[in-house]
């Protein structure tokens, strides 16, 4: 048995709250920005190739691409276990 696992309680409004910000701040960080950029960087240099604009959604799905190929590319493989809180102790 693991003893380093940590367990998140939501208790109450206030941390429903809390969670949903946190979720909100990590969607933003991590696919909002990045695909906000990707977009800026793909239509600054579009002209000057004769390519067409994007806009924000096909930034992100460029910025996913991205990802995915260096996550594809990459020989580090990343393991994200999900189970209940009555599996990870023994009775």
Partial sequence: MNKHFRIIDV??????????FIVVCLVCGFIGFP????????NAFAPSIALPEINLLQGILLWAIVAFSI???SNHKVVIVMQSRKKLFKD
């Fill in 35 to 42: 695909g906000y950029l990707a977009m800026t960087l793909w």
């Fill in 11 to 20: 208790n109450g409004f206030r941390g429903l709250i809390l969670f949903l």
């Fill in 71 to 73: 996550y594809m590319f």
